[in-house]
């Protein structure tokens, strides 16, 4: 899937995937896509969350080698 | 003025000392309503962590100035990170939960329960934050073990602490909201490892059957575990009556609640044994017994010892789960509207048998919730 931004989490530990995530999409436009990779457990849960929360959409949610990939729509 | 860790093994002190404590829990919603942490004296709010990054004045009028705060998440680093914010922006202090809610799962007290014959004594294990309870009968430098966590660490410390040679490790049924330790326990200390047979039909290592009327021996002193069939939460439960006083009941019979008949998949075919088990062979046992069970579900279980323990004579008078007269109320009550099934509970079943071999971490995230054994 076509992304605006790749932002790559790998190896963060929480809160940081969702911290950068944060700063990420404030710099984009609306509409945007942000392409998240993380590999802490806990952002399978958290990152959805977090989106619902601040308004935006989570597009897509897929899993690869151990990496957790997120597309969200800033809102 | 700052933040500060507290341990798990601190944080289990003032839960069992009723201690008042301030909770913010980081973790997101889902995660909080699954599982918390819960005391006689705590108060506890959610706010996910990624809903204070824009700020945190919203929740510093929440939080108290006349009690400690503490701040949980799942790991550590949101709280720690939420906590430096809080700390920072009114210079108060804050302390949060060192490992997080995967180290306050794993946590373990062990408390006296009680002194036995001939200075044999029984102690109880309280898994804090899972509900879980595991037993050590001593007695003249042996013991024996009844449903171990899968911490072993922490049961070969208390045996060499007690200077105690373990005899037999017992799973009063096979598990399946947590992952036993009583096999490994078994081959690390050169005991047995006993396990009821119709429990066993997938395990894939050996075993000794716990059976019927077997009756098991620790020390010189003949301290004597009974083993008795009392199936309904698994079809192989049997309970142990411990020097003629103590009933460990396993997963059929808890302080507050009963055990529920459906984490094998066969709550129709079980619920008329866990019928027979509570209403007619435990009402027909010494009423006098008190009754240690396998795990407890709310905090009020705990005494003001921090052990969880009552009298079976308490129990018909106050259990509801003893006291649903009519046959069809009964089997509706523990096979309809059950709260949700353990997390993980057929993997950590196989696990049991052998069949799986999750790693350290896997068996962490398996672990993780509440215990759910219970019917409600």
């Given at each position: 899937m076509e992304s605006n931004k790749v932002l790559n989490a790998e190896g963060l530990a929480c809160p940081m995937p969702v911290v950068k995530a944060k700063k990420e999409i404030d710099n984009l436009n609306a509409g945007d896509i942000l392409e998240i990779h993380a590999?802490?457990?806990?952002?399978?849960?958290d990152i959805p969350a977090w989106t619902k929360s601040s308004g935006h959409e989570l597009v897509q949610q897929d899993e690869e080698n151990d990496i957790l990939k997120f597309w969200i729509k800033k809102a | 003025m700052g933040i500060q860790a507290l341990t798990a093994a601190e944080l289990a002190k003032k839960v069992m000392n009723q201690e008042p404590l301030f909770i913010l829990d980081v973790r997101n919603e889902d995660e909080f309503q699954d599982w918390k942490v819960e005391g006689k004296n705590v108060e506890i709010i959610n706010k996910p962590y990624f809903e204070l990054l824009d700020g945190i004045d919203e929740i510093l009028d929440r939080i108290p100035s006349d009690k400690e705060v503490l701040i949980v998440c799942a790991k550590e680093g949101s709280s720690q990170f939420v906590a430096d914010m809080l700390a920072e922006a009114d210079g108060g202090d804050y302390l949060y939960l060192q490992g997080g809610m995967k180290t306050w799962s794993e946590h373990i007290e062990s408390v006296k329960a009680a002194d036995l014959t001939d200075g044999g004594e029984l102690y109880q294990f309280v898994r804090i934050g899972k509900g879980c309870l595991s037993y050590a009968v001593l007695s003249n430098g042996e013991a024996a073990i009844v449903?171990?966590?899968?911490?072993?660490d922490a049961f070969a410390s208390f045996l060499e602490e007690k200077q105690a040679v373990l005899k037999y490790a017992v799973d009063t049924h096979l598990h399946a909201d947590h992952i036993s330790g009583g096999r490994e326990l078994a081959e690390r200390f050169d005991a047995s490892y006993l396990l009821p047979e119709a429990d066993?039909?997938?395990?894939?290592f050996s075993y000794e059957p716990l059976e019927d009327g077997k009756t098991l021996t620790v020390g010189s002193t003949e301290i004597d575990i009974q083993a008795l069939y009392s199936p309904?939460?698994?079809?192989?439960s049997t309970s142990l009556v411990v020097d003629n006083?103590?009933?460990?009941?396993g997963d059929i019979l808890f302080v507050d609640s009963i055990g529920r008949p459906d984490l094998a998949g066969k709550a129709e075919d079980w619920v008329g044994d866990l019928r027979e088990t509570l209403y007619s062979r435990y009402a027909n046992l010494d009423r006098n017994l008190i009754v240690l069970p396998a795990?407890?579900?709310?905090?009020?279980?705990?005494?003001?010892?921090g052990r969880v323990m009552a009298k079976l004579d308490d129990l018909y008078a106050r259990n509801h789960g003893l006291n649903i007269e009519d046959k069809d109320t009964f089997r509706r009550t523990v096979t309809?509207?059950?709260?949700?099934?353990?997390?993980s509970y057929a993997t950590i079943r196989q696990t049991n048998m052998g069949q799986a071999a999750p790693t350290e971490e896997e068996k962490t995230e398996m672990e993780i919730g509440p215990n759910r054994c219970a019917v409600s």
């Open positions: 590999t802490d457990k806990g952002a399978a849960s | 449903d171990p966590v899968r911490f072993t066993a039909g997938g395990v894939t309904g939460h698994t079809i192989g006083q103590y009933l460990l009941t795990h407890f579900s709310k905090k009020e279980e705990l005494d003001d010892s309809e509207n059950l709260p949700p099934q353990p997390n």
